[in-house]
């Protein structure tokens, strides 16, 4: 359980990622893709392949089958609102990453 100071803390941290202009284009982007359904599902896809492309061992990055999963999700992030969707989740999730590892920082942990 968070102390109140704490608890207080973390609320201003999120009001202000949430003004961020990351988080602006994210919201506003993942606002487009859930709109149009062929996008939406198109977005899906794209996870899915990433999912299945990070389970591959490190030593058959190069085979045939991580090959082909990967020009699958490149052909799908062709698609202009798919790419601007994921575009603008990488950068958010870019500085939520950054935020966390400035608190570990600062909060002196080894990890």
Do not use: C, H, W
Not at 35 to 40: G, L, N, P, Q, V
Not at 42 to 66: C, F, K, T, V
Request: charged content about 35%; glycine content about 0%.
């Amino acid at each position: 359980m968070l102390s109140e100071k704490l608890s207080k803390a973390v609320e201003e941290v999120t009001v202000q990622l949430r003004q961020s202009q990351e988080f602006t284009d994210y919201r506003e982007q993942k606002k487009a893709a859930n709109s149009d359904r062929e996008t939406a599902a198109l977005i899906e896809r794209a996870r899915d392949l990433q999912n299945r492309l990070m389970d591959i061992p490190e030593d058959e990055r190069n085979s045939d089958y991580a090959e082909s999963l990967q020009d699958e999700y490149e052909e799908i992030t062709e698609n202009t609102a798919v790419y601007e969707y994921a575009r603008a989740e990488a950068i958010y999730m870019t500085m939520l990453q950054e935020v966390l590892g400035s608190i570990i920082e600062k909060a002196d942990i080894d990890i």
